[in-house]
């Protein structure tokens, strides 16, 4: 590091690359979610267990720079493990038996984990506590209890950081170290012991102490402890304390003083291990933010997936095994629409084709469709799947925001252009869902793309739309009991029978999982032949209010009903421990795991970051509806949304915190036109949920405020989903392209709090901005759209501006929004140098006066990679057709005045030269590690070729300074698919003067010698301005919810624009890089085709998609506008 760099967090030295080891999610399959709790003594192994011969994967090049768990989720691939964030801390208590250690478990409850829940949600976790002596166990030993539980929370929870805290004394049983081992296969777990031994005991306790027969102590029990403890001494906490018969107690002060010298050692120990068990899964690539990904589809495709693997797991083989055949084998351009009794069914033919698809080189779409109490949006549905088919297609994920009338093109567009490139097969599950939102099915499909539909509505709707659509009905299978009875031997003979007669002639995949939950009631007198599903759910409810309490299983299921978008198991325990503070994470924990275990054939399983969300189904949700009475039901709706409002507001039960608000007296205005209320639910809950809630509400009384918030919402979707805090801004857009606003809305927009600095359009601008415009899927390259924007040498009014589709180049000025001069017939204008006010460098020279051609460059630039600069008034410098020469032309004649040869096996792929014409800095693709290569232009020879042992520069993301002193360039280590390393070289030495190492990935660099900084937007959406001579990060600037892949300075270096080309973010945000202030934003949900900041940074200068003027953006502060530069 060069002598001006200080030590800062951010800094890293670079040292050779240490290897390491994998990290990966041991992930348990659960085959069933009520038979997990039981454990089986067959060792054969179940369909979805035996082996298979690996599956090729699809490989599609639009996707291939994503990471590898990435890919599998974008292809839809179901038959790969699949990787989830991990967003819970799960603590586990577990002692030699019940009476060891009560009091301390019991104290640290109380007193220990309230703070250590507080650092968990500091560092992005939940947390559950989960006392394992509090299990039943059924005559079952302690590593059988563990396995099997352990399965049911990583099906009702997710993914886990486990943190087991084994309580030690002088007894350890084989169960305890049988534990120990089983944890020690799982990789993100972190065992603490607290070893208590106790001093001066006059006679031992069995409870406490291994005895022999004599009442001696038995020395092996301390010798296995310290076995067990060997290599784990900085997680043990050691602790003596003076016996007392009985054990520990807090009134003996010697007691107490140790039992607070307990909970500050575990407390540390616990904060430790969660920070180290959380860098460790941060670093896996499924945690880390993806440049074009956003965490929310992420998270979609990952819960789908999820929901298909579970199904699969538990019924693959078992059902409809002629019926899945002959719907696999169907050959059609035509949907496929299968139809069945129950929604279970329907899922099972879905998970089957999924994995059908992935074993046949197949990518696949898959979407499981919630059972929401007010129906999903067809349009959420669709932006889902669209996103997913934007990225396959290589297509800008903004595409898929469009009104629900688009979507018939749009889908189509998509699917013509995924077909042409790969076998394509889109399932959806559960249309029903959708509440007839049917329209945009299409009627015939693409070559190579098939789409599978289930429902259980009535047909004639679908069958008016899609009228050639190919049907099948899923018929009963009465074979099907005895093969899926079959596979599960741990049932007793009796059970069977219990179950053949409860599923009758109706072998359901619901009736089935239900009447096996059943059977294991220990009531072995009643009867299940000839009821109903609902008779049958009554008695289930009846039977774990026997053998748990009423109030325990009410207030439970309640909470199911509770959410609209469903709930997590750890929200369920905070909510009922809010409802009554009595109620102990540890007690309650088993009884929610075991009660939806109970019933998990009647709830859908989704994930959100990373954990299992619960939802009701239909029959569950009436059931509870039927048993519990309306008071009950509204009690734990009042104190969820309660919760909720004292812990943040929650996306998933917004809906109900406002129909609570609503019923309360609260008229439908009062409550959604509250600016800070709005403004912090759309940043916190996002545009789908405050739509959701919207609908709710106009559903009770419509007024015409509210339905022109959610036309706002509908329309400027894209942008507040990428920013919330522009929803004053396009308000103001909507208003004036409307002239007849509600009062309501035009009172609410005066309400809006005024930014101190912000950008002006004119109001010919914002009624342009405000109206509806569908945006094509056709790419970037727009009719009319402006390409590119640049700025001239010395005039600082004027701009430059290129336009492909019309081929054609002009002066614009945009204080007085008029062309000054315009070229026409400039063919395919990609990029543009300025030689001095006049002059421009496009392919060609041409004269920006008179519009005249001056010279042609002889054929010497590369068309695809027209990568060129200025050396001075008289040559410039470009990259040649093959790529393996730097060219140095005449500009007046076009003839070559010099060529710098890079070799006959490199190829470059960047060229940058500085604004005084001195240095010149290519990139090779070709030499591994790739290296950095700089030419001095005046002396005409490479001076440097720059490499860092064990590592390559990513040479299309460098900059360098106007004055050619420093250049900067991201770069990886060799074997580090991340590229997350800042270097800059100081060109006059030739010397590494700066070196940093953000958290996360790069996305788009730039530097500035005027203004001292190096500005680095990363893979989250964030921006770092570092100081380019102290080395320290100035700012970390957020307001970008993805990576921006664009960076633009003024002349100055005071002021940055950041923007993305590739519009996964449709916004842009100028900042001032010295104070780190945001002084404007900017979005209509438009992609932004080109972007360039004046000169003095006074005015941002966009070109947007399907808009043919230049929008200008000036700076106001205080409502006043910077002044216009002088000509």
Known sequence: MGSGCSKNQHVTEFSPKKSSTAVSHQSQQIKDPIIAQTSSSDPRPSPSQSRRPPVAKVKLSSIKHYPECVQDLLLGNVTEKLEVHHETVAVYHIATCTKDSLVERSWLFKNVYPELRSHCISVGYTMSIMDVCSLENNGRS????????????????????????????????SDITAVYKKLSSYDNTAPIFVNRTFSDVESYEEDFFDCNSDGSLNPESRSSIQQLLQGNKDRTVNLSVQWKKGGIDLSVSEHAQYIKELGRQLLECAKDEIDQLSKKVSSLPINRPIIGVSKQLLDEMQSNIFKCQQTNATFEGYLFKDQLNDIISCDTDRPLVVHGEDDISCSVISAAYAVHAAKNNFACVIRYIPPLANGLPARDLLQSIGQQLCLLCNVSPCYAYQEIDDYVDIFNDLLSKMGAMQNLVVIIDGLSGLFGQIEWLPKSLPKKVKLVITTTDDLSKIKVICPDAIYFELKKDPNALQTFIKEKPHFTAEQKLKITDAVGKCPLPSTMCLAMAIARLPDTNYSLAGKTLPEQLQYLMEQLECHYNREAVAMTLCCLTAANCGLKVSEICDILHYVDSNITHPSYFTIILNVFATVAPLLFFNIAQGEVILHATGPLRQAVESRYTAEEI??????????????????????????????????????????????????????????????????????????????????????????????????????????????????????????????????????????????????????????????????????????????????????????????????????????????????????????????????????????????????????????????????????????????????????????????????????????????????????????????????????????????????????????????????????????????????????????????????????????????????????????????????????????????????????????????????????????????????????????????????????????????
């Open 634 to 1127: 509204d009690l734990i709706a009042v104190k969820t949304a309660e919760y909720f409002s004292k812990h943040g507001i929650n996306s998933r039960v917004l809906v109900t915190q406002v129909m609570l608000a609503v019923s309360n007296g609260g008229s439908n205005e009062e409550t959604f036109l509250k600016y800070h209320w709005l403004s912090q639910t759309l940043q916190t809950c996002g545009v789908k949920s405050m739509l959701h809630a919207l609908v709710a509400a106009n559903a009770k009384k419509e007024t015409k405020s509210l339905k022109e918030l959610k036309d706002v919402l509908e329309q400027y979707t894209c942008a507040l989903t990428a920013d919330s805090q522009l929803l004053p801004a396009v308000l103001q857009l909507y208003c004036a392209a409307h002239d007849s606003c509600s009062e309501g809305i035009l009172s609410f927009v005066k309400a809006c709090p005024q930014e101190p600095s912000s950008f002006h359009l004119t109001s010919q601008q914002m009624s342009l901005l405000g109206k509806k415009s569908k945006i094509p899927i056709t790419g970037q390259s727009q009719s009319g759209s402006p390409n590119g924007i640049y700025r001239l040498r010395k005039d600082k009014r004027h701009v430059l501006v290129i336009n492909k589709s019309k081929q054609e180049v002009y002066v614009y000025d945009p204080y007085k929004a008029e062309v000054v001069c315009k070229i026409q017939g400039v063919n395919e204008p990609k990029n543009v140098c300025m030689i001095d006010d006049n002059r421009a460098v496009i392919l060609c020279v041409y004269n920006l006066k008179n519009g005249e051609l001056e010279s042609k460059m002889k054929g010497a630039l590369n068309l695809q990679h027209p990568y060129f600069g200025v050396q001075d008034d008289g040559h410039v410098v470009s990259l040649s057709r093959n790529r393996m020469y730097v060219n140095i032309m005449e500009i007046k004649t076009g003839d070559m005045a010099a060529t710098f040869k890079v070799g006959e096996d490199r190829f470059l792929n960047s060229l940058s030269v500085s604004q005084n014409g001195k240095i010149c800095v290519c990139g090779d693709e070709v030499q591994k590690p790739f290296p950095l290569l700089v030419w001095d232009l005046p002396n005409r020879k490479l001076i440097y070729d720059l490499r860092i042992p064990g590592h390559e520069f990513i040479t299309n993301m460098s900059a360098i300074t106007n004055d050619g002193r420093f250049v900067v360039c991201v770069c990886k280590e060799v074997d580090d698919p991340y590229p997350n390393f800042l270097i800059v070289y100081d060109l006059d030495t030739g010397q590494l003067y700066k070196k940093w190492q953000p958290q996360f990935e790069t996305s788009a660099v730039a530097i500035s010698s005027e203004g001292q900084c190096v500005v680095n937007a990363l893979a989250d959406g964030s921006i770092i301005v570092w100081d380019l001579i102290s080395g320290v990060a100035r700012h970390t600037l957020p307001g970008h919810s993805m990576a921006v892949r664009n960076l633009v300075l003024d002349n100055a270096g005071e002021r940055c624009v950041s923007w993305d080309s590739t519009g996964c973010d449709v916004t842009l945000k100028l900042w001032h890089l010295k104070k780190g202030l945001c002084l404007g934003r900017f979005g209509c949900g438009q992609p932004i085709t080109c972007c360039e900041i004046s000169a003095d940074g006074s005015m941002v200068l966009i070109g947007l998609a399907q808009v043919d003027e230049v929008i200008a953006l000036r700076v106001t502060t205080n409502g006043q506008l910077e002044p216009e530069p002088k000509l």
């Open 142 to 173: 302690m590593i059988e209890l563990w396995s099997d539980h352990l399965k049911t929370v990583e099906k009702m929870c997710g993914g886990m950081l486990l943190i087991p805290i084994f309580f030690l004394n002088d007894k350890i049983t």
